[in-house]
């Protein structure tokens, strides 16, 4: 896959993207990165990327031909999502990671918080992705949360195959406890199911973790999560009223 993102302040983005499991899958080639300065496609002398607005009004907004001659100059011939961060745009789900996880190319667009040229929107890109319902000062660091949700789901990303199925939402509910070494941490034991080495009893425990998890944090998961009849059913013991999905 290749992800392009384009920023005033591409240097954000150095120590995320060289870090851990981005940087891991980059040098595996699962993932080609590369960060541009929007400001090398400025057109007058002082390089302008942003100018006031018109009508007046506060702050500045990121004027369209700097971005438009970047886009266009890197994408060549090359038909791919262009994704403007704004918090304006869809909300980042697991399941938009995973759609977008399945392309084969993918453009971000980092807006600073004041806005970009409507015309930057309606010609350019394709779709537009917030990261959720506050203020950030620019879309950087939420193409920084786009490229990491993304890049974990590539095969051959995670150290072990099965962890992206697993993790908190790709079940559509939150995960249960975790434990490690020792069994008892000060007066605090480890469950026992867990030491007790029934491996399909474990499986069954840590499902109902997770549910029970989900009840008490976000039960407005259980109304979309893929669940049995008989997990509705304890659900409903549990004391759960709302509403379920289609069964599986
Ligand atoms: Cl994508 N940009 C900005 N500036 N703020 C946000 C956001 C994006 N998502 C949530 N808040």
Redesign the pocket.
Known sequence: MRIDVFSIFPEMFEGPFSTSIIKRARERDLVDIRTYNIRDWAIDKHQLTDDTPYGGGGGMVMKPEPLFAAVEDVRGEDVCPVIL???Q?RVLTQAVAAELAARPRLMLLC???EGVDERVREHLATDE???????????EL??MVVVDAVVRLLPGALGFEGSAVEDSHATGLLEGAHYTRPPLFREWPVPEILISGHHARIVAWRRQQALLRTLERRPDLLATAPLTAKERQWLRAQGYEGPFAEAV
């Open positions: 961060l704004t918090p745009g807006g600073r918080y992705i917030s990261i959720g319902d506050y203020v950030l000062s620019g879309g939420a193409a």
